[in-house]
C-alpha cells in the first residue's frame, strides 16, 4: 500500500484515542465522531538533527521533492512512500520584511514579516495541504474526490485533481464566491455544484455525499491536509534563519491553519527541534466570530482535550434558532460552525494563543495597505493586519516583537472587494481612477 509504519492516525478525544493505520480514508473517528490526527513514531524515522538541514535541500532542487515547499519537509509529514507523493511546485513562498506595513500597526522597522502563501499555484496557501491530502489519496487508491468550499479550497482541489487524474466534485455556497476562485474550479474542470444555502450548509452535505459514494475528502476535516499545512511555519522559520519569531497571525475560518501551526510547533517541541513556541493570534471577521465569542466570552479551553461539548452544542443550537448565517466580505472566512474547532483550542492551548475579531471596514483598510505596500492580498489575509492593529492598540504585542502574518490568499482571487473598495472610495486608502476627456492637454494637467 506504500504506507510507512512510523505514521499513524489517532482520535484527538482522549475519552477515545482510537488508532488507525494511515491506509484508510477517513475523515472522523468512526467509534466516536471526533477529528482525527496524523500520527508519529518518531523513532522509526530519520528526522534530521537540526532544523537547518532541511533548507541545504534547496542545493538539490532537480530533485521535485526538494523543489516543493512542502515535502522538502519530509520527515515531518512520514506518512506515505516517496512514490505517491504530489506536487505541483507548491510552497514557492516568500516572508517579507514590510516596515511600511509595520508602520500602518505602529510597530518598529524590522519587525512585521509577510509570509505570502498567494504565491502558490492556485494562489493559495490551500495546495499546502492539497500536495500532502492528495498524495494520501493516491496512496489509498481513490478515484473521485470532493470537498465543501468558500472557494480556494475548490481551486485548489480543481487542481490537484487533475494533475492526479482523480474525478472532482465542488460544493459551493449559493452567490459567496469570490469570482476568481469560482473561475478557476470551472476552467480547471471542476464539476462544480452550487447548494443553495451558505458554506456551512456545503459542508454538511459533503460529507455525507463522500460517505455514501466512497468520495476522497479534503476538506480540513482530513488530517493528511493539516500536515501538509504546517510547513507554512517551517518556511517562516527557514526564512528568518531558523530563528522563531514571537507572534503568528492568521486569519481563522474553518481553523484548519490555526490548529495545523499549533500541531507543526507542538512536534518540533516535541522533537527537541526548537526551545520555545511562539505566540498564536487567530483573527475572525466580527460578521463570522464563533471562535471570538466561545474562547473570549464562554472561556471554551482545550482542557488536555476534555472540551466542554455543552458550551458548543448550546452556542450551535443558538446560531440554528437565530437562523443565523455567518456575513464578512472576507469569504473566505464567512462561517460559523468550525469544523477544526477543536484542534484549534488545542493549538491555542500549545501556543498561548489569543483570539480577535475585526470589522469588514477594517479589513478592507489593512488590504489597501497591503497593497500598496506589499505584494497583495485577498480580504480575509488583510484581517491579520487589521487584528495586529488592534493587539498593537491594546498592548498585547509590543512595538519591536517579531510579527509573521500569514497573507493566505492572493489579491486576484477577489477583484470585486477590491474594486468597490477604490473605485466607490469606500475608505480613506481608496485609489479611484480618474475620469478625463480625450484631450492631451486636459490629460497632462492630471499627472502627479
Ligand atoms: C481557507 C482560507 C482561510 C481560512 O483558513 P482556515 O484554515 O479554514 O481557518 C483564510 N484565508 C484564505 C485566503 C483561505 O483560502
Ligand atoms: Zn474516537
Known sequence: MGMTDAAYQKCINPGCGAEFDCGQAMFKCPKCGELLDARYNWDKIEVPSQLSDFGKRWATRNNRLDLSGVWRFRELLNFCSDEHKVTIGEGQTILQQNDAVAKYVDMKAGSLYLEYEG????????????????????????????????????????????????????????????????????????????????????????QDVCTKLGLYLLNSLNPFRLEGQKTIMYRIMEQLGWEIPDWIIVPGGNLGNSSAFGKAFLELKELGLIKKVPRLAIINATGADTLTDLVNNKKLVWNDGNVDQKIIDEYYDDLTAKNFSPHTCASAIEISRPVNLKKCLRAIDVCDGIVRAVTDEEICDAKAIIGKYGLGCEPASAATIAGLKHLRAEGVVGADERVACVLTGHLLKDPNVTVDYHKESQGPFSNPPIEVANDLDEIIKLIK
Not at 473521485?144 to 487542481?159: I, K, M, P, Y
Open 119 to 206: 504565491l502558490n499555484p492556485s494562489g493559495s496557501f490551500k495546495d499546502n495541504g492539497m500536495s500532502a491530502a492528495f498524495s494520501h489519496a493516491m496512496m489509498v487508491g481513490a478515484k473521485s474526490c470532493a470537498c465543501a468550499s468558500t472557494g480556494n479550497t475548490s481551486a485548489s482541489v480543481a487542481l490537484y485533481a487533475h494533475s492526479c487524474g482523480l474525478k472532482c466534485t465542488v460544493f459551493i455556497g449559493s452567490g459567496r464566491i469570490a469570482f476568481g476562485k469560482l473561475s478557476q474550479a470551472m476552467d480547471y474542470g471542476a464539476q462544480t455544484i452550487q447548494i443553495q444555502g451558505d458554506f456551512d450548509d456545503c459542508m454538511r452535505q459533503v
